[in-house]
């Protein structure tokens, strides 16, 4: 999956790049956009009681980019265990050059924040996210 965001000029400092941490809110945004396109929306999840809790972030910074930009962030299921789920993320500009290598790891909870038993409670989600994990690991 592929999101696009143009870089603000709010998201940028005084020499004009984009600050570091804004990198993590495309991130947001991009998987967001991923559940979204993968049937499983924030409001869908929310609605079943599911919450997803950031357990851990890296950004690997490759080059910098500027105001204006369209940034295009492919997301992808890099590991799935039923419990986590680990996305990765490449970012590119416009010229195809990777701008960001970046991964998130997310947690599955319910409402009284105890994780939940994703193959048991939510099979179509659990489905949907083994095949993608699965794709994924074959491609490697």
Request: charged share 25%; aromatic share 12%.
């Amino acid at each position: 999956m592929a999101y696009i965001h143009a870089v603000q000029y709010y998201e940028t400092d005084k020499m004009s790049i984009t600050h570091h941490s804004n990198y993590i809110r495309w991130m947001e945004e991009a998987r967001i956009a991923f559940l979204s396109e993968i049937g499983w929306d924030f409001p869908k999840m929310e609605e079943m009681g599911i919450v997803s809790p950031v357990l851990n972030v890296t950004c690997d910074y490759k080059k910098s980019t500027t105001f204006s930009e369209k940034i295009t962030i492919h997301v992808s299921v890099v590991r799935f265990t039923g419990v986590k789920l680990q996305l990765g993320y490449v970012m590119e500009n416009e010229a195809g050059n990777v701008v960001c290598r970046a991964s998130s790891v997310h947690a599955f909870m319910n409402e009284k924040g105890r994780p939940v038993r994703m193959k048991q409670e939510y099979p179509g989600f659990y489905h949907t996210l083994t095949e993608l994990a699965d794709k994924a690991a074959e491609n490697r």
